[in-house]
Every structure is written in structure tokens, then in C-alpha cells.
T-cell receptor, first 115, second 115 residues
């Protein structure tokens, strides 16, 4: 399973863009990059995922480098409610016939949005 | 939909007692995951089911832990006998196996304290 490396913590001013980096240098060609976040005392919440193209949804943008060895999650206008731990996950394919994909969570980045 | 439901939300028990955690996945979801989260080890996948069948239990720490899914709408995680080192937050998550995003929806968690 590909491992991910993230900075343990980051600060961001409210209203500014938050750029959260992730390294996944051993990622395989068919493995997706997922981002989840966990707000204090809650279960993790899905944000976005991608394979090799940049992706955008209502929550965030995901930029994946051409060699796919790293990616950046962008929260375009961070708010206080975005304070959370952000997990970058490389989805490990279940090689059994079941076809379910399981996540290997790392330690994440603790993002603090400052007023 | 009410989302993934877990009960109890908090459990305090004495060492040696049996503990049963319960989970009701989102209706229609056919994959179910049990995770454990501690400060030391982060978020760990314990076991997951597809269509009520256990697929991978390699994350279950030892024989004291067991999980069942008797039907599509209910799963249990049992610890017998419990030990202080089992103290953690236990999350249940469900997903729709063939959903394009493979997004996992997490419950609010059960905070277990073993004294």
C-alpha cells in the first residue's frame, strides 16, 4: 500500500486559501488519491478524490502532479469551520474478488484557521 | 437519511467486562467498516464487510475482538474481555460498493473507556 506523508500542522488566515500538501511517491498507476477531514469529535468526512487529473467540487480543489507523486488540496476561502485534521489517503485496491477499496489513514495535517 | 447510526455514544466499563458496540449503516449501502482511533495509533481499519460477509479482518488486534453482521442493517463489534488499552473511539462507516466515488460515510463514533 502506498504511504502518504503530510505536514503535522498548518495555520491559515480566515478568508485565505489553504493549501495542504501530500506526498505519495510510491503510488501505483491505478491508485486514487482521496482526501477526508475530521472535525473535532466527529467521524471523518469525504472531501474529494482524483486519479491524475485535477478535480474540483463545492468543497475544494485537488491538484495532482504529473508524476502523481504528490498532490495538494486547496480550500479556496478557508473559514473557521474548516479547522480540522485533513487526511490524504491512497486508496488500496482490494485484490480479492470482492472489489472493495479500503483506506489506510495516515496521521494527517491539523489545519487551524485563524480569525 | 439519518446517516450511520452508532450506539452507545459513550461506554465506560471495567476491565474484564464484555463490551458490544452497535452500528446501523445507511440504508442501501452494502459495505461496512469498523475503525478504531487513538492518539497513539491514529485511525485504524479493524474489519470490513461486503454484503454482510467479512472480507478482511486483518486489522482486528486479537481474538478478544469479534465482529458480526447478521443482516444488511446491523453490525456489532464485541470485545471480550475488555482491557484498558482498548480505550478508544470506535467508528463505523458504510459505503455503496459500486458508487463511483467509493465515499465512506462515517458514524459519530463510540467513545469507549475501560478502567
Amino acid at each position: 500500500d502506498a504511504k502518504t506523508t503530510q505536514p503535522p500542522s498548518m495555520d491559515c488566515a480566515e478568508g485565505r486559501a489553504a493549501n495542504l500538501p501530500c506526498n505519495h511517491s510510491t503510488i501505483s498507476g491505478n491508485e486514487y488519491v482521496y482526501w477526508y477531514r475530521q472535525i473535532h469529535s466527529q467521524g471523518p468526512q469525504y472531501i474529494i478524490h482524483g486519479l491524475k487529473n485535477n478535480e474540483t467540487n463545492e468543497m475544494a480543489s485537488l491538484i495532482i502532479t504529473e508524476d502523481r507523486k504528490s498532490s495538494t488540496l486547496i480550500l479556496p476561502h478557508a473559514t473557521l469551520r474548516d479547522t480540522a485534521v485533513y487526511y490524504c489517503i491512497v486508496r488500496a485496491m482490494d485484490l480479492s474478488t470482492s472489489g472493495t477499496y479500503k483506506y489506510i489513514f495516515g496521521t494527517g495535517t491539523r489545519l487551524k484557521v485563524l480569525a | 437519511d439519518a446517516g450511520v447510526i452508532q450506539s452507545p455514544r459513550h461506554e465506560v466499563t471495567e476491565m474484564g467486562q464484555e463490551v458490544t458496540l452497535r452500528c446501523k449503516p445507511i440504508s442501501g449501502h452494502n459495505s461496512l467498516f469498523w475503525y478504531r482511533q487513538t492518539m497513539m495509533r491514529g485511525l485504524e481499519l479493524l474489519i470490513y464487510f461486503n454484503n454482510n460477509v467479512p472480507i478482511d479482518d486483518s486489522g482486528m488486534p486479537e481474538d478478544r475482538f469479534s465482529a458480526k453482521m447478521p443482516n444488511a442493517s446491523f453490525s456489532t463489534l464485541k470485545i471480550q474481555p475488555s482491557e484498558p488499552r482498548d480505550s478508544a473511539v470506535y467508528f463505523c462507516a458504510s459505503s455503496l460498493r459500486w458508487d463511483r466515488t467509493h465515499e465512506q460515510y462515517f458514524g459519530p463514533g463510540t467513545r469507549l473507556t475501560v478502567t
